[in-house]
């Protein structure tokens, strides 16, 4: 992870979700209008003197439209723009009712029409791109709002912790300017509840039990650290006054919320009328379409996955087959292939930390993984970037074990969150469990693929990007791609030294990206139940019992997001064996490393098509 915080698509944004994704969206409420002037790219086509315009002038006429386009959002989803590190909304908090869902849907069309007068023969490469990022944004809102409708069937979209958080701890403005704006900002929390009651329908049962998870873990954004910090701020007793009535506000329209969900979840049991939360064929292509971006159906990418799980399968067996005299010297190897596995696997994972001591280890592993990197001249790391590994908050718990909190572009010095899951807090079989699944071996590539250089890196870089709109509008599957290549890529480079023991941890951690593809594709689409999950999950993934009913529980909350680590690891694979054997001896690995990153977090094939494009120029 993955839900900036990795992982979670424009489906929440339309919900106006504040506790799980970088697009999570705030608004302004009842007083935003739709732009009315006269679009942009009008100018593009004729000059003041009533001339055609030339390529130049259509080009800054849609970089104008791309900037205007931006300043609009941060209206309408603040949350989001303070994601980005955009402080200057803070103080905003939208009503997520239907009046806004409308303000939403205008703006979205309102765009697209504007867009729509740009021929892509018309704009350079940069540009061309950054249009189908903005098209595949636009349309996608517009689907949201009016097909996929999230707002009526995942109360889990309703969570204004995330925003608050930021606020209070990020370091944007003097602690007293930014509990004021925390202040305005809770005006709106009790009407922002209101809404999210009359928005919802026929609540989902995985997004129903999140939910009420999620938002009593937001109380802790809301509780007595709050009061203390605003008793030893220089706020007047006035300002202080009228804080704590907010925040007394604010507690109970929580606390309400999250008794109406437990009453519906009583309800709705006795009934048995949850709705469904798999969503079918039609809506997951639709959403594989918009959120994968691969140029391959959502079922193309299934069976391909299928295919690669077998063949990972004969690597274990012949790495299990090398190992096997070391840790069994006694005993003949099983003929079932997948039992000879999970015996070497078991034994393998009898290496792990405590659970008192799991996130120190986390902590301990970094600078090796710098060290390493720098070694092997992978990539440059800019060590300036502040990472801190934090316990996840509790109003984020539930979803991941291990995420990425990174800054925005507007506030690229900020700190970087790597969030662990508490696992002191877990009883001792559950923590055990866990444990031997993040064993000595998995956790090294779980910090690769989290932090160095797997999200973290990336999410510096994407920092760096001279285009917002590739940043902002980033695709989910290049950044989960991106950490799933970083742990190849590592291994590659000699990172355990050609371990054995970490290799075949390595295929079992990358199996897991596979079956992520399989079991979400089954589940949404094919209807696959919790038992066959787990069989999937335990006997042909090899994944400890605490890990699979995690990832189960995951696969009924999210949809297309699990699809995202095989899809963008598989697309970046085959780019580089391109670029490689387009380039021969002039390849650089480092080189292609830092060039692909440059482009923010736009889709592979839009990375492909700049990366081309310049080796063309360069030729």
């Not at 690769?448 to 695709?475: D, F, M």
């Not at 949809?559 to 021969?584: C, H, K, N, P, W």
Request: charged share 25%; hydrophobic share 40%.
């Amino acid at each position: 992870m993955k839900q900036t915080i990795i992982a979670i698509t424009l489906a929440t944004l339309m919900c106006a979700c504040d506790g799980k994704s970088p697009r999570s969206g705030d608004g302004l409420g009842e007083n935003t209008s739709v732009d009315t002037d006269i679009p942009v790219s009008e100018a593009a086509k004729t000059g003041a003197d009533g001339k055609t315009a030339t390529g130049a002038d259509v080009e800054q006429s849609f970089h104008d439209l791309s900037a205007q386009m931006i300043k609009r959002m941060w209206q309408l989803f603040p949350s989001w723009a303070i994601s980005n590190g955009y402080y200057q909304v803070a103080e905003q908090l939208e009503v997520p009712d239907k009046h806004y869902r409308q303000q939403v849907l205008a703006f979205a069309r309102d765009y697209r029409n504007r867009f729509a007068r740009y021929k892509r023969d018309e704009l350079d490469v940069n540009a061309r791109t950054d249009l189908a990022l903005i098209n595949n944004f636009l349309n996608e809102t517009i689907w949201n709002l009016t097909e996929f409708k999230t707002f009526e069937w995942d109360p889990s979209n309703y969570n204004v912790s995330h925003g608050f958080a930021l606020i209070l701890n990020t370091d944007y403005a003097p602690l007293d300017d930014r509990l004021r704006a925390f202040s305005a900002r809770m005006q709106m929390v009790p009407a922002y509840y209101a809404a999210a009651e009359k928005s919802l329908r026929n609540p989902a049962a995985p997004q129903l039990v999140l939910a009420i998870q999620q938002n009593e873990g937001a109380m802790s954004v809301f509780g007595e650290e709050l009061e203390k910090t605003l008793a030893d701020s220089g706020l007047s007793r006035s300002e202080k006054d009228l804080f704590e009535s907010r925040l007394a506000a604010t507690r109970k329209a929580i606390e309400e919320y999250i008794v109406l969900l437990q009453t519906l979840q009583a309800q709705m049991a006795n009934a048995d009328s949850f709705s469904d939360f798999r969503i079918g064929e039609t809506l997951y292509e639709e959403k594989f379409h918009y959120d994968i971006q691969i140029g391959m159906s959502g079922r193309e990418l299934y069976q391909q996955a299928l295919r690669e799980k077998d063949r990972l399968h004969l690597k274990m067996d012949d790495l299990a087959d090398k190992l096997w005299p070391k840790y069994f010297p006694d005993q003949s190897r099983p003929k079932d292939i997948l039992v000879k596995i999970t015996k070497v696997l078991e034994k393998l994972s009898e290496h792990h930390a405590t659970k008192e001591n799991f996130k120190t280890e986390v902590e301990k592993q970094i600078p090796q993984l710098v060290a390493f990197v720098k070694e092997k001249n992978l990539l440059s790391l800019d060590e300036e970037k502040p990472l801190v590994v934090r316990t996840t908050p509790p109003y984020m718990q539930g979803f991941a074990v291990a995420s990425i909190n990174a800054p925005g572009p507007y506030d690229k010095n900020a700190n970087t969150y790597y969030n662990v899951m508490p696992v002191a807090e877990l009883p001792d079989d559950r923590a055990e469990s866990f444990l031997r699944e993040y064993n000595t071996y998995l956790m090294q590539i779980l910090n690769i693929h989290e932090a160095i250089p797997g999200h973290y890196t990336q999410l510096v870089y994407a920092n760096r990007s001279p285009s917002l709109i590739k940043n902002i509008l980033g695709n989910g599957a290049m950044i989960e791609g991106w950490a799933v290549y970083a742990e190849r890529m590592m291994l590659e480079a000699g990172y355990g030294d050609f371990s054995p023991e970490l290799w075949m941890m390595y295929y079992k951690w990358h199996l897991r990206t596979v079956v992520n593809t399989i079991l979400d594709y089954s589940v949404q689409v094919k209807g696959m139940e919790e038992n066959a999950a787990l069989d999937l999950l335990m006997n042909q993934g090899f994944q400890q019992h605490t890990e699979a009913v995690g990832k189960w529980r995951r696969a009924t909350l999210s949809q297309v997001q699990l699809t995202s680590y095989f899809a963008g690891y598989m697309d970046i694979m085959a780019l580089r064996e391109e670029i490689q054997q387009l380039l021969g001896d002039r390849f650089n690995l480092k080189q292609f490393h830092e060039q692909f990153l440059s482009y923010g977090n736009a889709p592979v094939p839009v990375i492909r098509e700049l990366m081309l494009a310049e080796i063309d120029r360069q030729n």
